[in-house]
């Protein structure tokens, strides 16, 4: 069998314990290592405990110095077949030095979520904006920003982008005219869910997670806190707490915890997967954001019911196929009798617990999505030179970008040669 190579360049290390793009991130690392390919990973960033851990799972981990042309001679020695870029900021950055080291390799946009709907939402969250509003953001009829520009050129520039959510995929088809061609859809995977988890009568307290450094976890907690948690607390037992976990946790959230008013900020917890399965619930009131919310599938996988925005359920399953009973709310006082009924009714607990295992055994299945990712994988690289043909769009792109970005990004590389005392040694592009 013949030995392939994966190069993933990302702007960070992977933190699968902090975060859900970290978890993400694994998983298409584990996707490609399933198929017998030797994976690399590629970042800026300097040397730490992220970068060990990928290390210790046999990945070999290099340095990718921004403006550095031995970073083309890694890719050049490497000579991947894939090449993976954790987001579209990341493609912007390396992409004409991957693809000049490599261009027979097949490039592999990972979006994680379109940064450009969530940055669009939270600027009409700030103005004001109602739920409708906001949710309609990417599907009317407004101008495109220039982040959603960006994020555009990035997909047609890459031979394949992986899209994580079904109504950004749906997005991207019907609103961006992108070609089907060029993405496919790749949501979080899982395996077999826990065999027993535990029951009603064995679980207590709300829960949530998030990376606090993800602004709309960090929006949600203090609206949950400001207008939600008191109506919903006088409506649960007595002794009922809330608890919030998530890595990165600023002193303002740390400011939050009151044991007196059973709101508990607890940080970051190291296998948050085993800490859910404690909890009755979990809530993710999400104002904006784009992309999968990793907190409620992790929450649904492991049988404890969620109650959410509907952007915190945006993209799991199709439009025809709802999410669990109970399960979606919006407004304060919505979100607040959702929460308070699915914590005290151990039938609708229960309805809620069994649908959200298998929305999420049904859709995002490791043992269906997978194998179809590498077989699309495969079609790519076996016709690469006929799906390039037929990408006159990203063709256009790619040489405006070595036009720009390319120039640029020498010119930094000069100029921070010169201010080291280095001599400049040209490429042979």
Not at 241 to 259: L, N, Q, T, V
Not at 279 to 289: I, S
Not at 296 to 322: C, F, M, N, R, Y
Request: glycine letters at 8%.
């Amino acid at each position: 069998m013949e030995q392939t190579r994966a190069l993933f360049i990302g702007s960070v290390w992977p933190e699968p314990q902090s975060s859900a793009a970290g978890v993400r991130m694994m998983q298409l690392i584990r996707v490609f290592r399933s198929a017998g390919a030797e994976v690399h990973f590629a970042a800026p960033t300097r040397d730490g405990d992220s970068r060990d851990a990928l290390a210790a799972t046999g990945v070999t981990c290099w340095d990718a110095p921004l403006n550095d042309s031995a970073f083309d001679a890694t890719v050049a020695r490497i000579a991947p077949h894939w090449i993976v870029f954790d987001r579209f900021i990341t493609e912007e950055r390396y992409g004409w030095r991957a693809r000049g080291a490599a261009p027979g390799a097949v490039t592999v946009l990972d979006t994680e979520d379109l940064h450009s709907l969530r940055r669009l939402r939270q600027e009409r969250l700030a103005r004001g904006a109602g739920a409708d509003e906001i949710l309609a953001v990417g599907a009317d009829s407004a101008a495109p920003s220039a982040d959603e520009l960006r994020e555009c050129a990035s997909i047609y520039r890459c031979d394949l982008s992986l899209i994580i959510s079904r109504h950004e995929e749906r997005l991207l088809l019907d609103h961006w005219s992108v070609p089907r061609r060029l993405v496919h859809l790749t949501p979080y995977l899982y395996s077999d869910a826990p065999a027993a988890p535990r029951s009603f009568d064995g679980r207590r307290h709300v829960v949530t997670i998030g990376n606090f450094r993800h602004p709309p976890n960090l929006d949600g907690l203090g609206w949950w806190r400001r207008e939600i948690w008191p109506r919903v607390r006088a409506r649960l037992p007595e002794g009922a707490e809330f608890h919030a976990y998530g890595a990165y946790p600023p002193k303002e959230a740390m400011a939050w915890d009151d044991p007196a008013d059973g709101f508990r900020v607890r940080g970051w917890v190291a296998d948050h997967l085993r800490a859910l399965q404690d909890y009755r619930l979990l809530v993710a009131p999400l104002r904006f954001g784009a992309g999968i919310k990793g907190k409620v599938t992790d929450s649904l996988w492991v049988g404890t019911p969620v109650v959410g925005t509907s952007i915190a359920w945006e993209g799991i399953a199709p439009p025809d196929h709802p999410p669990p009973r109970g399960s979606v709310a919006d407004g304060v006082e919505a979100f607040a009798a959702a929460v308070a009924h699915l914590y005290s009714d151990a039938g609708a607990w229960s309805r809620a617990a069994e649908e959200g295992r298998l929305l999420v055994s049904r859709y995002q299945s490791w043992a269906v999505e997978a194998p179809r990712l590498l077989a699309r994988l495969a079609e790519l690289r076996a016709g690469l030179a006929r799906e390039r043909a037929l990408n006159r769009v990203g063709a256009l792109l790619t040489q405006q970008e070595r036009r720009s970005t390319e120039y640029f990004g020498r010119w930094l590389e000069l100029k921070e040669s010169v201010s080291r005392g280095t001599h400049f040694q040209e490429s042979s592009h």
